[in-house]
């Protein structure tokens, strides 16, 4: 016996594909990532190095006030303020070390701060230019203070 075609059931449709993910950030969202990465090095330029003060500050401003709208500068303000947190205890401590030593220590701070500051200052125009690319930077050698 054959089935008579009025009472077939008809195919179902094939699945509909899935929406594909996004395909990055923004490029607002771009845009304020490199921000948040270059603010360090103008709050550098202003306070002088002074402790690294300045470098968290924009990064920090730029991370309470995009967080909740902007998941990747979130990752990355959040990533910058980590990234010169870390500096400015490298930099207390070559500080603490000097007066400790009653300037003696100047021998090996001095150079060792160089090389802190051109590590941090290539590393964070390495940040920029992959926050405005649209990658997800992590800065080597960083504790992760804000989560």
């Known amino acids: 016996m054959s089935v008579p075609p009025e009472s ?7 699945p509909e594909p899935d929406t594909p993910p996004p395909a990055g950030p923004t490029h607002e969202e771009r845009q304020w990532a490199l ?6 090095l103008l ?5 002088g190095h002074w ?7 924009g990064p920090l401003i730029i991370w309470l006030v995009k967080r ?19 500096v ?11 007066v400790m030593t009653l300037g003696i220590g100047l021998i090996l701070t001095i150079p060792l ?13 390495i940040a920029a230019i992959k926050a405005n690319e649209g990658e997800r ?6 504790l992760r203070v804000i989560k």
């Open 8 to 14: 077939a059931v008809p195919p179902s449709p094939p």
């Open 35 to 40: 921000i948040a990465h270059l603010s360090a």
């Open 43 to 47: 709050g550098g330029l202003i306070t």
């Open 51 to 57: 402790l690294g003060v300045g470098c968290f500050l």
């Open 68 to 86: 909740d709208s902007m998941p990747f500068v979130d990752d990355q303000a959040k990533e910058a303020l980590n990234f010169n947190i870390t």
């Open 88 to 98: 400015a205890i490298v930099g207390l401590l070559l500080l603490v070390l000097s």
């Open 113 to 125: 701060g160089g090389i802190v500051g051109i590590f941090w200052l290539v590393c964070v125009i």
């Open 137 to 142: 930077y992590r800065y080597p050698l960083c």
